[in-house]
């Protein structure tokens, strides 16, 4: 069961991941999350992305595809994995098809109007992490954390002018993926402007 989740930011791919992951018992593999699990343990390959991104620097492909590639090396991969951030681009597409096969690539598609209401309203606990969202889910005391009381922020990436940054990008990325995935007939489209369940179930017609 190798699985890719493509979408935009803000579409939930991330939360149907997890999802996947608990239920069918394989690692959701994220770039930001094994990126920083890299430099935690302070493999080489951790040690070469740190230095990259101190200096403020995106941490080059090559490196990203050789640090997926080693994490999809490891057993727990056996039986399969949800990757969600990568591929990217058309170039991690190829360096990854040389690394695994892939069955499966679900697409969750949102219109951009949620996209970036979604992500503009969401708020960040300064210390567990935890997510709200000012609309839909928002906190018992404004500003504060419900599990932790700590202050909630919004991180410099959800900020407007870098919200249609980050849509952009993934536009003139991602865009190519969907016609290479398509072309393989491995692609499903998804309506990611459902909550949450009902795409789930969606996903759940097409895994074993
Ligand atoms: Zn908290």
């Not at 990217?88 to 040389?98: N, P, S, V």
């Not at 969750?108 to 960040?124: D, G």
């Not at 969907?178 to 007939?185: C, K, S």
């Amino acid at each position: 069961m190798n699985l890719i989740l493509l979408g935009p930011p803000g579409s939930g791919k991330g939360t149907q991941a997890e999802k996947i992951s608990s239920d069918y018992d394989v690692p959701h593999i994220s770039t930001g999350n094994i990126l920083r699990h890299a430099i935690d343990q302070g493999t080489d390959l951790g040690l070469s992305a740190k230095k990259y991104m101190n200096e403020g620097k995106l941490v080059p492909d090559e490196l990203v595809d050789e640090i997926v590639a080693e994490r999809l090396s490891f057993l727990d991969c056996n039986r399969g994995f949800v990757l969600d951030g990568f591929p990217r681009d058309l170039t991690q597409a190829k360096a990854l098809e040389g690394i695994r096969g892939i069955d499966t690539v679900f697409l969750v598609e949102c219109p951009q109007q949620t996209l970036i209401s979604r992500l503009s309203n969401r708020r960040e606990c300064s210390s567990c992490g935890k997510i709200y969202h000012l609309l839909n889910n928002p906190p018992n005391r404004e500003g504060f954390c419900d599990d932790c009381g700590n202050k909630l922020i919004q991180r410099a990436d959800d900020q407007p002018q870098t919200i249609k940054k980050r849509l952009t990008t993934y536009e003139k990325e991602t865009k190519p993926l969907i016609d290479y995935y398509g072309e393989e007939r491995i692609l499903v489209r998804l309506d990611g402007f459902q909550n949450p369940d009902t795409v789930y179930a969606e996903i759940k017609k097409y895994l074993p």
